[in-house]
Each structure stands twice: as structure tokens, then as C-alpha cells.
């Protein structure tokens, strides 16, 4: 079961986590024919993660009050634990972004895809 | 679902004569499906959306002298002739536009095949309404 700061926001449906680029944050250099070329290295690049899922509830408004946690989430900025459905453990994330990725459906069960952004907090 | 003799077959005000059968079909127009990240195989599968289309089939003297045409709408009506338990027919009534119109010769003369998919004007109604004879559901 995957969390956010111990929280089960997103377990009412299946969900999956992706890592973004990782490595080093570099400056191209400055070319010029007169100075040799210069490489700023900044450290290593934030760790971003992106989940993406779909919430499911039986009825419209427990489904809306499924997305209102996690959009309370979102803005709460606050950094905390990340833990994604392999077990896997990432530190000092914040919450960055969360936005449906289409309009509710309403099967036989009530549900809307969702994306989530992750950033590790650089302080 | 399939009904092998009916009657009193139109579409909107236009009487589609000599019908052999009628036939509807439902179909998954829009599906979701989610997978998780450990497995193959989907552990969300929900259908939102579906098509039901009817395919009323009936011998025609001449193909070219066709009835009915692709695009026109109205309420396809027909009665059941089987009779149910309690002695009386089944209408089935629903809104539907004309989507198709085909041709085929038969071994004793041309069959025409009007296929009409059916539509409500609230989502939460039902797109096919089975009533019995009279009105009751």
C-alpha cells in the first residue's frame, strides 16, 4: 500500500509510480574562441516522482470527497515521507501538483484518473 | 437479444413493412482500464459507456427503392407477437437514428438491413424501454 506522510489517500484504486530524470544539475558551457569552455555543476537534480491512478468510490460525492483530501494535500506544502506501492521510501518529498486527468466516469462504480507530482525538497 | 416475429414495425411515422426479425445489440463504447504496477493483467476494468444498436432485417420486392435512409431519427416501435405468461405482447420502444442501410440477395429476393442506433435524451433513462401491451412495464 502506498503512502503519503502515513496517510492512505490512494487506495480506494490501482495506482502506479514513476521516477523522472535523475543525475546532475549542469550548466552548458560558455563558448566563446577566446576562453576555455566552463562546465557549472550545481549538484544533483531533485528527485521528482509521478504517480498516476485512478480514485473509485460507489457514489459522485464520496469519489469528490476522495479528490478533496488529495487536493488538500497539495496544498498544504508540506514535506514528508513518500512511500509508492513497490515499498520503495523516498524522504523529504513535497506534494507539488495534483490534477484529474479527465472528467469523472460513472460505470458501475464511480471514478477518475489522477496524476500526482512529487519533488524532493531541496532544503 | 433477438426477437424473430414482430409487427407494427416503425420509425418515427414511417412503416418499415414485411420485417423478419429484429435484433439489438449492446456494446462497450468507452472502457477503463487500470493495471497496478506489479502483474499483467488489469485490476480495474469499469465500462462508462455503451451502444446499443438495433438490426431490423426484412425482405424488400426491389433494393433500389430503398425506405428509409442513413441520418433520419425517431421512435422505432415494434410489438413481439411471441406471447409472454401472461398473455400479453412486449413493445419495445426506443429513439434511434438510422446508421446503416444494407443490401443482400436472398435465395427469394432481397433482404434490407436497417441498422439504428439507439439514443436517450437523459443518460440516467434507460435507451430500450420493454413494455407490455397496454403500457405496463
Known amino acids: ?123 | 437479444m433477438v426477437w424473430s416475429t414482430v409487427t407494427e414495425v416503425t420509425i418515427g411515422s414511417r412503416s418499415i413493412d414485411t420485417v423478419r426479425s429484429v435484433a439489438l445489440t449492446e456494446k462497450a463504447s468507452e472502457t477503463i482500464v487500470e493495471h497496478e504496477s506489479s502483474g499483467r493483467s488489469p485490476t480495474f476494468v469499469d465500462v462508462v459507456a455503451v451502444r446499443a444498436e438495433f438490426a431490423i432485417e426484412r425482405e424488400v420486392s426491389d433494393a433500389t427503392s430503398a425506405a428509409i435512409r442513413v441520418g433520419e431519427r425517431g421512435t422505432l416501435r415494434f410489438v413481439a407477437r411471441r406471447e409472454r405468461a401472461d398473455g400479453r405482447r412486449a413493445v419495445v420502444s426506443a429513439e434511434v437514428v438510422v446508421i446503416g442501410v444494407r443490401y443482400r440477395i436472398d435465395g427469394s429476393g432481397f433482404i434490407e438491413t436497417i441498422t439504428a442506433l439507439a439514443y436517450t435524451a437523459s443518460s440516467s433513462s434507460p435507451v430500450v424501454l420493454v413494455t407490455r401491451e397496454g403500457g405496463t412495464p
Open chain 1, 1 to 123: 500500500m502506498s503512502t503519503w506522510r502515513g496517510e492512505d489517500l490512494f487506495g480506494s484504486g490501482p495506482h502506479r509510480f514513476a521516477v523522472g530524470p535523475v543525475g546532475l544539475l549542469v550548466r552548458e558551457p560558455f563558448r566563446s574562441p577566446n576562453e576555455l569552455a566552463v562546465w557549472d555543476r550545481y549538484g544533483p537534480l531533485a528527485v521528482v516522482v509521478v504517480q498516476t491512478g485512478r480514485l473509485v468510490a460507489p457514489t459522485s460525492s464520496e469519489l469528490m470527497a476522495l479528490w478533496g483530501a488529495i487536493w488538500s494535500a497539495a496544498e498544504a506544502d508540506q514535506t514528508g515521507m513518500l512511500v509508492d506501492d513497490t515499498g520503495l521510501e523516498y524522504p523529504s518529498m513535497v506534494m507539488q501538483r495534483a490534477q484529474m486527468t479527465g472528467p469523472p466516469a460513472h460505470g458501475t462504480h464511480w471514478s477518475v484518473g489522477y496524476e500526482v507530482t512529487y519533488q524532493e525538497d531541496p532544503v
